[in-house]
Every structure is written in structure tokens, then in C-alpha cells.
């Protein structure tokens, strides 16, 4: 019965995933986004990993899709410019998007040799807040610093886009 569920819960994802991409509507994307993170929390319920499974339904279905409908109803992104620009973003989006492909494929590699390594050691929640808060605390707040640049830079743009 849970491979069906599996089953299930992928291809919701997949597809979910599949209509974000397809879609021109930003609040349709935003749903569609929803829908996967929701699948995703399932499949992580599956496997049982609830903290997972609750973070991914709890933070990112919603907390995180609220700022993304937030930052939609904020800014207007329906503005297309020159064609020129287009091409640009296009090609630029393409090599990150190459990138980003190449450092999922390494950090998936490191991914299943420390995830032996922490199966064998007894890797469990705990562990993972000590790691957090210890070996990797300059990145959690290097990170927590950037999310609040980013809100004080869209609330900044905003202010602008009023004043004009």
C-alpha cells in the first residue's frame, strides 16, 4: 500500500512541478508550488522523517508560498522588456540553471557518502542541531542575514515604486 501512496504522491509532485513550469500565471505557479511541497511532505511522512515531513508542509507550503504570493500581488511582473533583455535572461537563466544542475549532482554525491557514514554513526536529530549550531552556525546566520537583506531590499523597491 505505501508504493501506491508513493506512487501517488510522485506523480502529484512531478506534475505539480510540471504545471509550475508550463504555467505564465505567478499566483497559479505559487499554487502549483504548494501542491508540491504538500507531495513532498508526504513522500517524507513516508519514509518516516515527520520533522521532515512537517517542516516541508509547515515552512515551506507556509511560510515560504506566503512571501512568494506576497512578493507577486507586491510587484507587477508582468512587464516584458526589450527583446534584447529577454535573450539575455534567457541565456543567463540557462547557465544557471547548468550550474545549479552540476552542484545538485556534487552536493548528491557527498549527500550518499555522509549518509552512510551518519547511518553508521547513529545519525539523528539531535546530531543534526549540534551540526547546526556548531560546525555550521556561520552559514545559518550568513544565511538568516541575506533572507533579511532580500526583505529589506523588496520593501526598499517598494517604497521606490510608490514615490514614483
Keep these: 500500500m505505501a508504493w501506491v ?5 510522485s506523480i502529484l509532485c512531478a506534475g505539480a512541478v510540471t504545471a509550475m513550469i508550463v504555467s505564465r500565471n505567478q499566483a497559479h505557479n505559487a499554487l502549483f508550488l504548494v501542491l508540491a511541497f504538500a507531495s513532498l511532505g508526504g ?3 513516508l519514509l518516516e522523517a515527520p520533522f521532515a515531513a512537517g517542516v516541508q508542509v509547515l515552512v515551506y507550503a507556509g511560510a515560504i508560498m506566503v512571501l512568494f504570493l506576497f512578493a507577486i500581488m507586491m510587484f507587477d511582473l508582468r512587464e516584458a522588456g526589450p527583446r534584447e533583455k529577454r535573450r539575455l535572461k534567457v541565456v543567463l537563466a540557462g547557465g544557471l540553471g547548468l550550474v545549479l544542475l552540476a552542484e545538485l549532482v ?18 539523528d536529530l539531535a546530531h543534526l542541531g549540534r551540526l547546526l549550531f556548531t560546525d555550521y552556525l556561520y552559514a545559518f ?7 533579511l537583506a532580500a526583505l529589506v531590499g523588496a520593501l526598499a523597491l517598494a517604497g521606490r515604486r510608490e514615490g514614483e
Design 5 to 9: 501512496i508513493f506512487a501517488i504522491l
Design 43 to 45: 513522500i517524507f511522512g
Design 106 to 123: 556534487l552536493a548528491g554525491r557527498q549527500a550518499l557518502s555522509a549518509g552512510r557514514a551518519s547511518a553508521a554513526a547513529g545519525g
Design 141 to 147: 546566520e550568513i544565511t538568516s542575514l541575506l533572507i
